[in-house]
């Protein structure tokens, strides 16, 4: 009897020994399954922070990529050994949308290594997701922005250039016509030369005597000279004598000799000069 009840102890405290190793194994196991968690929770912790910080620095750099008027046309300041800016504004708007095409690609290959790490880092957090995605939405608003300014300048370099050519078209005709305003038109001859021609014709007068030269109105261009009274003031007169038979105003030329036998004629008011567009010299 005794036997039997010492076997029983010994086989009470086998079982028992083997119950507390089995719950001793289990609680060291839980032990380090907690001590696990919670490193990874710290790990997961300090991704996450680190995530929020490189969000915010990725969402800074997005907020200084402005877009207004006076962002595309402010220039960052260079240092001396930098290549200078482009001569035209055309260049220059263009050289600053593509500044910040630059900067907005370097942002999103930001923004692309963060996510590659968060997945790697098997972080799976709602709100994180929600804030990557965001990123890559301005990101895109942005890229939208640059494709709509290039298109922008596109358009205004052909509106320009079409305008230059408006411009200088309009310039060549008020050359034109200034210089058509200015030309006038001049003939030079004796007496029998001028009506043998049909400038001037003689009228008035008694018995053939006492008549005057006045000019015909009938004017042969094409055998007259021309001259352009914005380059040149003065008309050289191969004779000793001569006379203006045209009623250009007498006070804006004045006849003067120019050596021997010759006088010429300087124009000293052009504008009223060339109100009367054929010039007729009489000379003797």
Known sequence: ???????????VALGLLAATYVYYSKYRKSAADFAQATTEEEQTRLQYGQAINEIATIQDSLNAIAFGEEAVQMLPARGPNEMQLPPT?????????????????????????????????????????RMLAGLKSTVA???QVISQLTTQVDTLETRVTGLSAEVEDTQRELTDRQHELATIFYTIGTKKELIQSGTVVSQGGVLGLGKTLKPSGHFNESAFNTLDTDQENVIQIPSKK?????????????????????????ILDPKEFRKVKHLVILTT
Request: zero cysteines; hydrophobic letters at 40%.
């Open 141 to 143: 608003e942005k890229e």
């Open 89 to 129: 504004r055309r260049d220059q708007v263009l050289a600053r949308i593509s500044m910040l095409k630059t900067g907005l690609e370097r942002t999103k290959a930001r923004i692309q290594d963060l996510d590659d790490r968060v997945k790697r880092s098997k972080v799976r957090i709602a709100g994180l997701e």
């Open 242 to 266: 001569a006379q203006v038979l045209s009623p250009q105003p007498v006070t804006s030329y004045m006849l003067a000799p120019a050596g021997e036998n010759r006088v010429e004629l300087r």
């Open 1 to 11: 009897m005794r036997k039997t009840g010492v076997v029983l102890l010994i086989l």
